[in-house]
């Protein structure tokens, strides 16, 4: 039987009873969680269905373990135990860490917290490939504008904009690479860069608009703080795929490089 489950605003699944049941004995579903499959007519809190796969008493396999930090099933032999608790060999260098530091030891649903939001950090993520792309476009008008100062004429206009285009450019390298990795401090250029994007109406509104709602809205806010990047490193084996919405914006912007440079082209030889 398959079943599907809500988490958030998200509908996730389909998984079998015994996926079901890790899931539930890892509190990911819980008792008021909305589930649902094919035999019935509307979603219904898991507390209230009956037929319900057990939260207790299963083990995915002869001899498996579940890990403590990340949730995911382990054998004995490639798990170690500590306090008690299982845990799995990618989680070892989290566990080690925490004991140096004189922490807890990581405890928790972190598989839970980044499936929820696996999406959301992938096109979030993406926004930092936007970024270079546009901070390449704005470096190479840089280039444009500085070689239209060595045309004899006395007019520092171009300097000027070299200089414009070649600092904002810096400045979406720098957030790239921040959003890339999800850095708290990298939302401030991305809320600047996107502010004065939202002037480039009608597709820097729409654009810029997007990102603007991806970095800042509560998903958003949740991919940049200390407990989901802790929820990453304890769930290597958890991997995104880039939003197709994500990659219809790298091909408009794309396509508005190749525009400029063609433009910049065209302007050099006609001079």
């Keep these: 039987m398959n079943w599907y489950y809500s988490n958030g605003n998200d509908q996730l699944g389909p998984v079998d009873d015994v996926e079901f049941q890790r899931l539930s004995q890892q509190n990911i579903i819980r008792p008021d969680t909305l589930v649902w499959r094919e035999d019935m007519p509307e979603w219904r809190p898991r507390r209230d269905v009956a037929g319900v796969p057990a939260a207790t008493g299963i083990v995915p396999a002869p001899g498996a373990l579940v890990c403590a930090s990340c949730g995911r099933s382990v054998t004995e032999y490639d798990s170690f135990a500590l306090d008690g608790l299982a845990y799995c060999g990618a989680c070892k260098p989290l566990v ?3 004991l140096q530091e004189g922490k807890p030891l990581p405890v928790g649903n972190a598989e839970g917290l980044r499936q929820a939001h696996i999406k959301h ?3 979030v993520k993406s926004i930092g490939l936007l970024y270079y792309l546009g901070g390449t476009a704005l470096a190479l008008m840089g280039v444009a504008q500085v070689a239209s100062v060595f045309d004899g ?4 206009t171009p300097l000027i904009l070299a200089v414009f285009f ?3 450019a810096a400045a979406q390298f720098v957030a790239g690479v921040g959003v890339r990795r999800l850095q708290a401090w990298a939302r401030i250029p991305v ?6 994007g939202l002037l480039g109406i009608p597709i820097g509104t729409l654009v810029n608009g997007y990102i603007l709602y991806l970095v800042f809205s509560k998903k958003g806010a949740m991919l940049f703080t200390p407990e989901y ?6 769930t290597p084996h958890i ?3 880039t939003s197709i919405v994500v990659w219809i914006l790298l091909v408009l912007v794309i396509f508005v490089i190749l525009a400029l440079i063609a433009a910049a082209t065209f302007s050099s030889l006609g001079k």
Excluded: L, M, T
């Design 121 to 123: 950090e992938a096109s």
């Design 239 to 241: 991997r995104y795929r």
């Design 153 to 156: 004429k006395a007019d520092p």
């Design 191 to 196: 809320g600047i860069i996107s502010g004065i």
């Design 96 to 98: 080690v860490q925490r």
């Design 229 to 234: 990047h802790e929820a990453i490193a304890r």
């Design 166 to 168: 070649f600092a904002f």
